[in-house]
């Protein structure tokens, strides 16, 4: 992995914020949003495995392994996950609440795909078998299909053009992403489901949606914060799958109002 480190470096009682980016991405893409906190913030950017810069690493994306990877280098931080980001950020979350210190869930669903068992119905997401058939398109067509990706996220957005231009200049600015990662990374998004360890999450979350959003629904995000304790959800009207890009104020003062919410860190190890 990469971690580029951004942002306001001296000690104060704000928090450090760790960013981790969508499918076939990585970090550089939240510049809208690091130019909005980074005068006031730590910002961590990360770039996982067969991304960005850390495109030669071929560390599988197993969200438990990565986590822990991650709060090792970044302890004592909240964790932003965007997209397929938030299967790592709130994996990291679940699994060592007493490193994380929030949770932000941007576009980031606790299920991708919707569920066709009625006893079990999630129809907050996509069609399944949709990301098998991103996964196929690669095959033949590498870079068409993930600009076909890309539109896709960029799809229904008041500023569509924009994000979509900006979507674009941010993939291949450092390099493809490895074919390998972007099959591991399909695959999680088609089966991942992690909606019953919800009720488990032991750090406080805040869970952003673009209203119209055509890839997670914006209903996917409240309900996913009906699932955990001490969550709210936001819709950001007029935003789509990266609201980050088209609403970057917007998004930047949500987080930074949550991030202002938490309580001041105690240093356990410090003299009483």
């Not at 970044?74 to 709130?90: C, E, I, N, R």
């Not at 032991?202 to 001490?230: C, F, K, T, Y």
């Not at 819709?235 to 980050?244: D, E, K, T």
């Amino acid at each position: 992995m990469h971690i580029e480190t951004l942002g306001l470096r001296a000690a104060n009682d704000r928090p450090a914020l760790a960013l981790i980016h969508g499918w076939a991405m990585h970090g550089g893409l939240f510049a809208p949003l690091v130019a909005q906190l980074e005068s006031r913030y730590t910002l961590h950017l990360v770039d996982l495995p067969g991304h960005g810069h850390a495109r030669g690493d071929a560390t599988p994306l197993e969200p438990r392994a990565i986590a822990a990877a991650l709060v090792e280098r970044v302890p004592d931080a909240v964790w932003l996950g965007w997209s397929l980001g938030g299967q790592f950020a709130l994996r990291a979350a679940l699994d060592h609440p007493s490193r994380v210190r929030g949770l932000v869930m941007v576009a980031a669903s606790p299920r991708f795909v919707v569920g066709d068992d009625p006893d079990d119905a999630w129809p907050h997401g996509v069609d399944a078998g949709l990301f098998r058939e991103f996964g196929a398109a690669l095959q033949r067509d590498f870079r068409g299909t993930l600009e076909g990706f890309l539109a896709l996220e960029a799809l229904g957005s008041s500023s569509a053009q924009d994000d979509l231009r900006s979507l674009k200049a941010q993939a291949f600015a450092r390099g493809e992403p490895a074919p390998r990662a972007l099959h591991e990374g399909l695959a999680l998004l088609d089966q991942l489901d992690l909606r019953a360890e919800l009720p488990r999450l032991q750090v406080p979350s805040l869970w952003l949606a673009g209203r119209r959003d055509r890839l997670v629904p914006a209903a996917a995000m409240p309900a996913a914060a009906a699932l955990a304790p001490d969550a709210r959800s936001v819709v950001i009207a007029g935003a789509g799958h990266a609201p980050f890009l088209g609403a970057s104020a917007e998004v930047a003062r949500e987080i930074d109002a949550f991030l202002q919410s938490l309580p001041q860190h105690v240093d356990a190890t410090a003299p009483a």
